[in-house]
């Protein structure tokens, strides 16, 4: 007997760095990762005050089952990927999703750190401006 167990983890992030491009078919590189947006699923795991956790959706475990309800709640969640373009950030990152209902994990960790190639190519680096979000200069 073969059983196949497939799970749907999610990660998340409340800022940090990460290696992505700012547009399709553009080189990746470390980008500055801007904190969460207030009442975000990111912002919420980032109140937690840990640096790094697991919640686990265990539907088959009634004790889950109000912490499946609580993140059932529709929120704002940041998705990162390929691209990152924080200047566009709340429209091109940011969705309404229900948590437990679209993962059976999520991985949080609150500050992250980018994947640096193993050849670092000149344009990796990007000396981005200084972090005024949500200031502006």
Do not use: C
Request: glycine letters at 4%.
């Amino acid at each position: 007997m073969t059983i196949t167990l497939a799970l749907n983890i999610g990660f998340t992030t409340y800022t940090g760095t990460v290696t992505a491009a700012s547009d399709w078919d553009q080189p990746g590189q470390r980008r500055q990762v801007r904190p969460a947006l207030p009442g975000s699923y990111e912002s919420l795991l980032h109140d937690v005050e840990l640096p790094a956790f697991l919640l686990k959706f265990d539907r088959r475990n009634p004790f889950s089952q109000d912490l499946i309800n609580e993140f059932r709640t529709p929120r704002l969640e940041r998705a990162i990927g390929v691209i990152y373009r924080p200047e566009t950030e709340r429209l091109s990152h940011y969705f309404l999703a229900s948590l437990s209902a679209q993962f059976d994990a999520v991985v949080h960790i609150d500050t992250t750190q980018a994947v640096e190639p193993l050849d670092l190519e000149e344009h990796w680096q990007v000396n981005e401006e200084p972090e005024t979000y949500p200031f502006g200069i």
